[in-house]
């Protein structure tokens, strides 16, 4: 960890990795229904000023991040400003156990980002902020946003664990520390530009929604099936047997591009050049030894293009294992490039032509370019402060990023679920796909 100390405050330099990560909060929703008549019987102040206590207490593990970025030093401050935390009454509502059984899509594009706060990066904007959500009649709701330029997904996830493990056991017991070594290990550098945010939405394009698709296990093995079942050689030339690996996050990936693909078919007349950039971490797949704790941004990308003119069968149609192919290979080669690279400085040039083919690729018209995120096996359902585990994780809608997919696990952890975000005259489309129809509006989980 790099710091500079004055006299009144502490700087901590953020990683080269950090300088070029998106500058949003991410927002995560839980929802929790209360289990047992002990629980309908918590008081949700009580609830609330353990979770203040528990978030304080939290901030002095993680102290960088109750601080204040500070663009001009490239560093955070730490002048231990501390987090925001928000209280919110939900009334006039169904309870939470009857509003859940109803069409999250629609409440995912409608009403459920009022349950998160939607901060914009600043000097003076904390870099954690939470809201509790208490409902009417029964349950609440915890939204929260920490700050992508000093915390990837992993990193965040893990905050929220501590946070609700300090809320059941106290700091004393806690163990687990984090590390905020990656600026010794990838210093900043001069003169970066700023991410490109030109995935943002604009004019006609913020109209925005969001659709929420639930693969069961069992869905899941059926479009492993499909994929086992290739004979194709056309995709991955090294062998075949990356058809009997494929991971239900490829899978699952794969049908969605699909019907993305055959979706801008039906916009344009005929099939058009893809990208899918999807964000791959590069911890414990480098020289370096990144600590499994750290906090901060360790990822890259891996890009699988699809082309028309060669990625057509001899009907003219494209295949799930041509394309689920295509993602494993890209995820593969992005992982031995980072495992080949000998020292920080070539690691970090992968990164930045990792975002630059990004970056070119959302400029070009001709190509359809979208960004996938997997929670996949993160501790999502773990955040239990006390009153038990989470009913449901999620992502409200971002209102300013379209093309958006970002999968999780369902509740029962055999599952994944998909958030595609979408403009509305694309959804429409989307959303008639026969093959789509099935998986729209299932809850596996509940």
């Known amino acids: 960890m790099i710091l500079d100390c004055s006299k009144e405050s502490c700087f901590n330099k953020i990683s080269s990795l950090d300088q070029v990560a998106s500058r949003v909060y991410v927002p995560r929703l839980f929802f929790y229904l209360p289990t047992t008549e002990v629980e309908r019987r918590l008081n949700t102040l009580d609830k609330s000023e353990l979770l203040q206590k528990s978030l304080s207490e939290t901030l002095t593990l993680y102290y960088p991040l109750a601080g204040r970025y500070i663009k001009d030093k490239v560093s955070v401050e730490c002048n231990d400003k501390g987090g925001e935390y928000l209280e919110a009454r939900v009334s006039g509502c169904l309870p939470l156990s009857q509003l859940l059984s109803q069409d999250r899509s629609q409440l995912l594009s409608k009403w459920f980002h009022k349950l998160v706060p939607d901060p914009v990066e600043s000097d003076t904007t904390p870099l954690v902020i939470?809201?509790?959500?208490?409902?009417?009649?029964?349950?609440?709701?915890?939204?929260a946003c920490i700050a992508h330029r000093v915390a990837d997904g992993l990193s965040c996830f893990h905050f929220i664990?501590?946070?609700?493990?300090?809320s059941r056991v106290g700091l004393a017991n806690l163990q687990f520390c984090p590390s905020f070594e990656l600026s010794s290990l990838f210093p900043s550098r001069d003169n970066v530009p700023a991410p490109r945010e030109s995935n943002n939405a604009s004019?006609?394009?913020?109209?925005?929604?969001?659709?929420?698709l639930v693969f069961s296990a069992e869905a899941i093995s059926n479009l492993k099936?499909?994929?086992?079942?290739s004979t194709s050689t056309s995709v991955v030339s090294d062998s075949e047997s990356w058809k009997y690996r494929a991971s239900r996050v490829e899978v699952v990936l794969a049908f969605i591009w699909l019907c993305l693909i055959r979706?801008?078919?039906?916009?344009?007349?005929?099939?058009?050049?893809?990208?899918l950039s999807t964000a791959v971490s590069m911890r414990k797949k480098t020289i370096l030894p990144i600590p499994e704790n750290s906090c901060g941004n360790t990822l890259t990308r891996a890009a699988p293009r699809f082309f028309p003119?060669?990625?057509?069968?001899?009907?003219?149609?494209?295949?799930?294992?041509?394309?689920?192919?295509?993602?494993?290979?890209?995820?593969?080669?992005?992982?031995?490039?980072?495992?080949?690279a000998s020292n920080a400085d070539e690691i970090v040039s992968l990164v930045d032509n990792a975002n630059e083919e990004l970056y070119k690729a959302r400029d070009d018209p001709d190509t359809d370019c979208y960004i996938a995120s997997s929670w996949c096996r993160f501790p999502i359902y773990e955040a239990d402060h006390g009153w038990g585990k989470p009913s449901w994780v999620t992502m409200p809608m971002l209102p300013r990023m379209r093309n958006l997919i970002v999968l999780m696990d369902t509740f029962d952890g055999d599952g994944v679920e998909a958030l595609v975000t979408l403009d509305e005259s694309g959804m429409h489309i989307f959303e008639q796909d026969l093959e789509i129809i099935p998986f729209l509006g299932q809850d596996v989980q509940d």
């Open 203 to 212: 004019g006609a394009d913020n109209c925005l929604t969001m659709k929420r």
């Open 309 to 340: 003119d060669d990625d057509q069968d001899s009907e003219g149609n494209v295949q799930l294992q041509a394309l689920a192919g295509k993602i494993r290979h890209a995820i593969k080669s992005s992982v031995e490039n980072v495992g080949k």
């Open 130 to 143: 939470a809201q509790f959500n208490m409902f009417e009649c029964e349950g609440v709701a915890i939204g």
């Open 225 to 229: 099936a499909i994929v086992t079942s």
């Open 161 to 166: 664990e501590t946070w609700a493990k300090i």
């Open 263 to 275: 979706l801008n078919k039906a916009r344009h007349g005929h099939f058009r050049p893809s990208l």
